[in-house]
């Protein structure tokens, strides 16, 4: 259904009507339905000004990787209906959603406390969240020293994009990380398509993206799982 393409069929009638009304004197007529042409230019106003949002959205290349369907696993999320929740609340639903998508790909991870998953490996999964507190900024935390890997669940136009952060990264970066009450932050931003992880000293530091695939998470956990 286009409805700009109705809205100025509509408007195409409404003057008509109006055009007719005044050539019979009906001036109560043509007031009322003035007041149609109005409520009508008004949508035709906004619907073009977020076609023109959309637009530029799309340009910017933030739906070229539509959240992912793989057989066997749970679609990356949308976020749309957890819009009536806080903040604290979105984040517990998003960490929820994601061990759930985890598990249907073959590895759980059991709560230990808080933010903070256990691997059947014992390696410590933090999982933080964040909206887009700015454009094209996420800032995320976790408690120092309380995780060994972390997973980033940024809010993203709708969906959840996964970032994963190994131990390898946080061994190499994870001194230069700032900090703040206690916590080690993360500063993620837009560079084109991709998230990545802004290090203080060092700039930008590309991190994997799960994208829904999730065997990075498993790698060395068989050898723990007799």
Known sequence: MDIIAELMTARANVMGEIQDLAQSGDSQGVLATGHRLEEI??????????????????RRGELAEPPISIAGQMPSPS???????????????????FVKRVAAAGLVLRKQKGTIYLKPSGERVGIAYASEQRIDRWFLGLKEGAFDSAVLLCEDGGRLRELWVSQSVLSKYGRALSRSGGDMKFNVTRSGPRLTLIVPGEGQVAVDELRGEYNILKEGENETED
Do not use: W
Request: aromatic share 6%; glycine share 8%.
């Open 41 to 58: 230019e008004n949508f035709l106003h906004r619907g073009k000004e977020l076609v023109k949002e959309v637009e530029t959205f799309l």
């Open 79 to 97: 976020i749309t209906h957890l819009d009536s929740m806080s903040p604290r609340q979105r984040g517990a639903a998003g960490r929820d959603a």
